[in-house]
Protein backbone atom coordinates (compact mmCIF):
# COMPACT_ATOMS: atom_id res chain seq x y z
CA UNK A 1 0.00 0.00 0.00
CA UNK A 2 2.88 2.78 0.82
CA UNK A 3 4.46 1.44 -2.73
CA UNK A 4 1.64 2.52 -3.96
CA UNK A 5 0.65 6.08 -2.54
CA UNK A 6 4.23 6.83 -2.82
CA UNK A 7 4.10 6.05 -6.79
CA UNK A 8 1.15 7.51 -6.91
CA UNK A 9 2.33 11.03 -5.61
CA UNK A 10 5.58 10.86 -6.93
CA UNK A 11 6.56 14.32 -9.23
CA UNK A 12 8.51 13.82 -11.83
CA UNK A 13 12.07 16.11 -11.95
CA UNK A 14 11.26 17.36 -15.27
CA UNK A 15 11.32 21.50 -15.37
CA UNK A 16 8.73 23.16 -17.60
CA UNK A 17 11.21 24.41 -20.49
CA UNK A 18 12.16 20.49 -21.18
CA UNK A 19 8.06 19.79 -21.38
CA UNK A 20 7.99 22.81 -23.83
CA UNK A 21 10.43 21.58 -25.69
CA UNK A 22 9.28 17.80 -25.69
CA UNK A 23 5.82 19.14 -26.86
CA UNK A 24 7.82 21.47 -29.72
CA UNK A 25 9.60 18.42 -30.73
CA UNK A 26 7.02 15.89 -31.32
CA UNK A 27 4.83 18.95 -32.91
CA UNK A 28 7.06 19.31 -35.58
CA UNK A 29 7.26 15.07 -35.91
CA UNK A 30 3.32 14.80 -35.88
CA UNK A 31 3.79 17.98 -38.68
CA UNK A 32 6.08 16.47 -40.84
CA UNK A 33 4.36 13.08 -40.80
CA UNK A 34 0.68 14.90 -42.09
CA UNK A 35 2.73 16.24 -44.98
CA UNK A 36 1.50 13.33 -47.12
CA UNK A 37 -2.38 13.67 -46.06
CA UNK A 38 -2.02 17.49 -46.56
CA UNK A 39 -0.83 17.47 -49.61
CA UNK A 40 -2.84 14.68 -51.09
CA UNK A 41 -6.58 16.29 -49.67
CA UNK A 42 -5.01 19.66 -51.43
CA UNK A 43 -4.08 17.83 -54.61
CA UNK A 44 -7.71 16.57 -55.03
CA UNK A 45 -9.20 20.20 -55.21
CA UNK A 46 -6.79 21.76 -57.22
CA UNK A 47 -7.09 22.43 -60.96
CA UNK A 48 -5.29 21.14 -63.85
CA UNK A 49 -2.98 23.90 -63.96
CA UNK A 50 -1.95 23.55 -60.32
CA UNK A 51 -1.56 19.96 -59.84
CA UNK A 52 1.45 20.35 -63.02
CA UNK A 53 2.99 23.11 -62.03
CA UNK A 54 6.45 23.04 -60.87
CA UNK A 55 7.33 22.90 -57.95
CA UNK A 56 4.23 21.94 -56.73
CA UNK A 57 2.55 23.63 -53.95
CA UNK A 58 1.33 22.46 -50.94
CA UNK A 59 -2.05 24.31 -50.63
CA UNK A 60 -4.71 24.49 -53.01
CA UNK A 61 -5.09 28.56 -54.57
CA UNK A 62 -8.29 28.27 -56.48
CA UNK A 63 -9.84 25.10 -54.83
CA UNK A 64 -12.53 23.49 -57.36
CA UNK A 65 -14.66 20.37 -57.16
CA UNK A 66 -14.02 19.59 -60.94
CA UNK A 67 -12.07 16.56 -60.59
CA UNK A 68 -14.95 15.13 -58.90
CA UNK A 69 -17.15 15.89 -61.38
CA UNK A 70 -14.76 14.48 -64.26
CA UNK A 71 -14.77 11.59 -62.17
CA UNK A 72 -18.97 11.00 -62.16
CA UNK A 73 -19.25 11.58 -65.86
CA UNK A 74 -16.37 8.64 -66.19
CA UNK A 75 -18.48 6.54 -63.95
CA UNK A 76 -21.48 7.48 -66.02
CA UNK A 77 -20.31 6.49 -69.18
CA UNK A 78 -19.77 3.12 -67.50
CA UNK A 79 -21.97 0.01 -68.47
CA UNK A 80 -21.34 -1.43 -65.04
CA UNK A 81 -22.99 1.36 -61.87
CA UNK A 82 -20.84 2.45 -59.41
CA UNK A 83 -22.88 0.98 -56.98
CA UNK A 84 -22.17 -2.21 -58.21
CA UNK A 85 -18.37 -1.65 -57.55
CA UNK A 86 -18.94 -0.35 -54.22
CA UNK A 87 -20.55 -3.72 -53.24
CA UNK A 88 -17.90 -5.92 -54.27
CA UNK A 89 -15.43 -3.89 -52.16
CA UNK A 90 -17.54 -3.73 -49.24
CA UNK A 91 -18.63 -7.22 -49.57
CA UNK A 92 -15.65 -8.61 -50.04
CA UNK A 93 -13.63 -6.20 -47.06
CA UNK A 94 -16.14 -6.80 -44.93
CA UNK A 95 -16.46 -10.79 -45.46
CA UNK A 96 -13.21 -11.14 -45.65
CA UNK A 97 -12.16 -9.05 -42.37
CA UNK A 98 -15.10 -11.06 -40.08
CA UNK A 99 -13.72 -14.08 -41.44
CA UNK A 100 -10.11 -13.50 -40.56
CA UNK A 101 -10.18 -12.40 -37.11
CA UNK A 102 -12.75 -15.33 -36.05
CA UNK A 103 -10.36 -17.92 -37.84
CA UNK A 104 -7.00 -16.34 -36.11
CA UNK A 105 -8.80 -15.85 -33.00
CA UNK A 106 -10.23 -19.33 -32.97
CA UNK A 107 -6.86 -20.93 -34.32
CA UNK A 108 -5.23 -18.75 -31.63
CA UNK A 109 -6.83 -20.06 -28.61
CA UNK A 110 -5.81 -23.51 -28.89
CA UNK A 111 -2.26 -23.18 -29.52
CA UNK A 112 -2.04 -20.38 -26.58
CA UNK A 113 -4.06 -21.79 -23.68
CA UNK A 114 -4.02 -25.84 -24.82
CA UNK A 115 -1.65 -28.28 -24.31
CA UNK A 116 -1.11 -30.92 -27.22
CA UNK A 117 0.93 -32.87 -28.95
CA UNK A 118 2.64 -30.53 -32.14
CA UNK A 119 1.46 -27.10 -30.55
CA UNK A 120 4.97 -25.73 -30.64
CA UNK A 121 5.76 -27.18 -34.23
CA UNK A 122 2.40 -25.58 -35.65
CA UNK A 123 3.47 -22.32 -33.91
CA UNK A 124 7.11 -22.66 -35.69
CA UNK A 125 5.57 -22.90 -39.41
CA UNK A 126 3.23 -20.11 -38.64
CA UNK A 127 6.20 -17.84 -37.54
CA UNK A 128 8.20 -19.07 -40.28
CA UNK A 129 5.31 -18.24 -42.77
CA UNK A 130 5.68 -15.00 -41.94
CA UNK A 131 9.05 -14.71 -43.64
CA UNK A 132 7.48 -15.03 -47.17
CA UNK A 133 6.37 -11.61 -48.73
CA UNK A 134 3.03 -12.32 -50.93
CA UNK A 135 4.99 -11.91 -54.05
CA UNK A 136 6.67 -15.40 -53.19
CA UNK A 137 2.91 -17.36 -52.41
CA UNK A 138 1.29 -15.93 -55.64
CA UNK A 139 1.74 -18.64 -57.84
CA UNK A 140 0.56 -21.17 -55.19
CA UNK A 141 -2.11 -19.35 -54.33
CA UNK A 142 -3.53 -18.65 -58.28
CA UNK A 143 -2.89 -22.55 -58.17
CA UNK A 144 -4.71 -23.32 -55.34
CA UNK A 145 -7.70 -20.82 -56.03
CA UNK A 146 -7.77 -22.39 -59.82
CA UNK A 147 -7.82 -25.88 -58.27
CA UNK A 148 -10.86 -25.02 -56.21
CA UNK A 149 -12.41 -23.65 -59.01
CA UNK A 150 -12.90 -20.21 -57.34
CA UNK A 151 -11.45 -18.13 -60.09
CA UNK A 152 -13.58 -15.02 -61.11
CA UNK A 153 -15.27 -15.10 -57.86
CA UNK A 154 -15.83 -13.11 -54.69
CA UNK A 155 -14.08 -16.13 -52.63
CA UNK A 156 -10.72 -16.08 -54.72
CA UNK A 157 -10.20 -13.04 -52.71
CA UNK A 158 -12.18 -13.79 -49.67
CA UNK A 159 -10.73 -17.42 -48.80
CA UNK A 160 -6.97 -16.40 -48.95
CA UNK A 161 -7.49 -13.20 -46.43
CA UNK A 162 -8.81 -15.83 -43.92
CA UNK A 163 -5.79 -17.49 -43.95
CA UNK A 164 -3.00 -14.64 -42.99
CA UNK A 165 -0.83 -15.89 -40.54
CA UNK A 166 -0.04 -12.42 -38.96
CA UNK A 167 -3.66 -12.72 -37.35
CA UNK A 168 -2.95 -16.24 -35.73
CA UNK A 169 0.48 -15.00 -34.60
CA UNK A 170 -0.56 -11.78 -32.99
CA UNK A 171 -3.91 -13.17 -31.11
CA UNK A 172 -1.70 -16.29 -30.31
CA UNK A 173 0.67 -13.89 -28.63
CA UNK A 174 -2.09 -11.54 -26.70
CA UNK A 175 -4.29 -14.81 -25.61
CA UNK A 176 -0.85 -16.05 -24.07
CA UNK A 177 -0.89 -12.72 -21.63
CA UNK A 178 -4.07 -14.01 -19.92
CA UNK A 179 -3.59 -15.61 -16.59
CA UNK A 180 -4.22 -19.40 -16.92
CA UNK A 181 -5.78 -19.23 -13.25
CA UNK A 182 -8.61 -17.12 -14.54
CA UNK A 183 -9.48 -20.00 -16.50
CA UNK A 184 -9.13 -22.95 -14.53
CA UNK A 185 -11.09 -20.87 -12.11
CA UNK A 186 -13.99 -20.58 -15.32
CA UNK A 187 -13.53 -23.97 -15.91
CA UNK A 188 -14.31 -24.40 -11.92
CA UNK A 189 -17.48 -22.85 -12.03
CA UNK A 190 -18.87 -25.39 -14.68
CA UNK A 191 -17.78 -23.19 -18.14
CA UNK A 192 -17.38 -25.08 -21.65
CA UNK A 193 -14.09 -23.78 -23.52
CA UNK A 194 -16.36 -22.04 -26.19
CA UNK A 195 -18.41 -19.90 -23.48
CA UNK A 196 -14.48 -19.42 -21.75
CA UNK A 197 -13.45 -18.53 -25.30
CA UNK A 198 -16.21 -16.04 -26.22
CA UNK A 199 -17.05 -14.58 -23.00
CA UNK A 200 -13.70 -14.30 -20.98
CA UNK A 201 -10.80 -14.85 -23.39
CA UNK A 202 -12.22 -12.64 -26.69
CA UNK A 203 -13.15 -9.30 -24.44
CA UNK A 204 -9.73 -9.53 -22.88
CA UNK A 205 -7.89 -9.51 -26.24
CA UNK A 206 -9.83 -6.75 -27.60
CA UNK A 207 -7.39 -4.92 -28.80
CA UNK A 208 -5.60 -7.38 -30.60
CA UNK A 209 -8.75 -8.24 -32.49
CA UNK A 210 -8.85 -4.25 -32.97
CA UNK A 211 -5.66 -3.94 -34.27
CA UNK A 212 -6.35 -6.74 -36.43
CA UNK A 213 -9.47 -5.24 -38.31
CA UNK A 214 -7.78 -2.36 -39.13
CA UNK A 215 -4.51 -4.30 -40.69
CA UNK A 216 -6.88 -6.54 -42.37
CA UNK A 217 -9.56 -4.18 -43.78
CA UNK A 218 -6.64 -1.84 -44.80
CA UNK A 219 -5.60 -5.21 -46.78
CA UNK A 220 -8.29 -5.67 -48.60
CA UNK A 221 -9.38 -2.64 -49.09
CA UNK A 222 -6.22 -1.23 -50.90
CA UNK A 223 -5.63 -4.70 -52.51
CA UNK A 224 -6.08 -5.32 -56.01
CA UNK A 225 -8.17 -8.59 -57.17
CA UNK A 226 -7.47 -8.26 -60.94
CA UNK A 227 -5.38 -11.14 -60.76
CA UNK A 228 -8.21 -13.15 -59.78
CA UNK A 229 -11.52 -11.48 -60.95
CA UNK A 230 -11.83 -10.64 -64.56
CA UNK A 231 -15.59 -10.17 -65.09
CA UNK A 232 -16.10 -6.18 -64.87
CA UNK A 233 -19.15 -6.57 -62.40
CA UNK A 234 -16.93 -8.55 -59.64
CA UNK A 235 -14.28 -5.77 -59.69
CA UNK A 236 -13.66 -3.68 -56.61
CA UNK A 237 -13.40 0.15 -56.27
CA UNK A 238 -9.31 -0.15 -56.58
CA UNK A 239 -9.17 -1.94 -59.59
CA UNK A 240 -12.03 0.34 -61.59
CA UNK A 241 -9.29 3.40 -60.22
CA UNK A 242 -6.51 1.58 -61.54
CA UNK A 243 -8.07 1.27 -64.98
CA UNK A 244 -8.75 5.10 -64.43
CA UNK A 245 -5.59 6.04 -63.95
CA UNK A 246 -4.03 4.30 -66.93
CA UNK A 247 -6.32 6.95 -69.08
CA UNK A 248 -2.89 9.06 -69.50
CA UNK A 249 -2.45 12.84 -68.59
CA UNK A 250 -5.88 14.05 -69.26
CA UNK A 251 -7.40 11.80 -66.41
CA UNK A 252 -5.03 13.38 -63.84
CA UNK A 253 -7.36 15.67 -62.00
CA UNK A 254 -9.56 12.13 -61.11
CA UNK A 255 -6.81 10.39 -60.25
CA UNK A 256 -6.19 12.69 -57.62
CA UNK A 257 -10.02 12.68 -56.73
CA UNK A 258 -9.33 8.73 -56.82
CA UNK A 259 -6.69 8.96 -54.32
CA UNK A 260 -8.04 11.01 -51.73
CA UNK A 261 -11.50 8.90 -51.84
CA UNK A 262 -9.20 5.86 -51.61
CA UNK A 263 -7.97 7.23 -48.08
CA UNK A 264 -11.44 8.27 -46.35
CA UNK A 265 -12.18 4.79 -45.42
CA UNK A 266 -9.16 3.13 -44.08
CA UNK A 267 -8.52 6.92 -42.24
CA UNK A 268 -11.80 6.38 -40.90
CA UNK A 269 -11.66 3.31 -39.68
CA UNK A 270 -8.19 4.02 -38.19
CA UNK A 271 -9.45 6.98 -36.17
CA UNK A 272 -12.29 5.55 -34.28
CA UNK A 273 -10.86 2.16 -33.19
CA UNK A 274 -7.94 3.72 -32.37
CA UNK A 275 -9.54 5.60 -29.02
CA UNK A 276 -11.06 1.59 -28.05
CA UNK A 277 -7.58 0.28 -28.50
CA UNK A 278 -6.07 2.74 -26.58
CA UNK A 279 -8.46 2.57 -23.76
CA UNK A 280 -8.61 -1.08 -23.30
CA UNK A 281 -5.24 -1.09 -22.96
CA UNK A 282 -5.16 0.75 -19.94
CA UNK A 283 -8.29 -0.96 -18.17
CA UNK A 284 -8.17 -4.17 -19.29
CA UNK A 285 -4.44 -5.29 -18.10
CA UNK A 286 -4.21 -8.72 -15.58
CA UNK A 287 -1.52 -10.41 -14.20
CA UNK A 288 -1.47 -13.11 -11.91
Request: charge should be positive.
Amino acid sequence: MRIIKAYKFKRLNRSLGVDLLLFAVIGMVACFMALPLVFTINNAFKPIDEIFQFPPKLFVRNPTFKNFIDLVHIFNDSWVPFSRYIFNTFFITTTGTAGHVLLASAAAYPLAKIKFPGRSVLFSIVVLSLMFTSHVTQVPNYMTISWLGLIDTYWAIILPAFGMTLGLYLMKQFMEQIPDALIEAAKMDGASEYRIFWQIVMPMVKPAWLTLIIFALQNLWSGSAIKFIYSEQLKTINDVFGQIAAGGIVRTGPVAAVTLLMMVVPITVFIVTQSNIIQTMSTSGLKD
